[in-house]
């Protein structure tokens, strides 16, 4: 069963997060995850929810999701991510 990582993220240091974009993508393919949005236009519903920049991720399933989270390829990158924004994060299944 699919999963998706959604993320609400407050860059402040877009040089170092941008080298984070750099690096992640291929850790994230190397666990069958890939990107289903990555920043682009946030269009408001009139909501009090606003997220600067949005991020979701589709994993086939929480164990692949954990791997990557979890993985040595990921911890140094990981590592970039948190020195440069401020994010919140949840974890959603799908359905088949």
């Known amino acids: 069963m699919p999963v998706y990582s959604i993320s609400s993220i407050d860059v402040k240091d877009w040089e170092a997060y ?11 393919k190397k666990f069958g995850g ?15 929810w606003k997220p600067k920049r949005v991020v979701i991720l589709e994993f086939p399933t ?8 979890d993985s040595e390829d990921y911890k ?4 970039i991510r ?3 924004s401020e994010s919140e994060s949840f974890v959603v299944q799908g359905i088949n």
């Not at 941008?18 to 994230?28: C, D, R, T």
């Not at 929480?62 to 990557?68: A, E, G, Q, V």
């Not at 140094?76 to 590592?79: N, Q, R, S």
Request: aromatic letters at 8%.
């Open 82 to 84: 948190l020195k440069a």
């Open 62 to 69: 929480i164990k692949d999701m954990n791997n990557f989270r």
């Open 34 to 48: 890939k990107y289903l949005v990555r920043g682009g236009e946030i269009l408001s519903d009139s909501t009090s």
């Open 76 to 79: 140094p990158v990981a590592e």
């Open 18 to 28: 941008q080298k984070y974009m750099k690096l992640v993508p291929s850790v994230i």
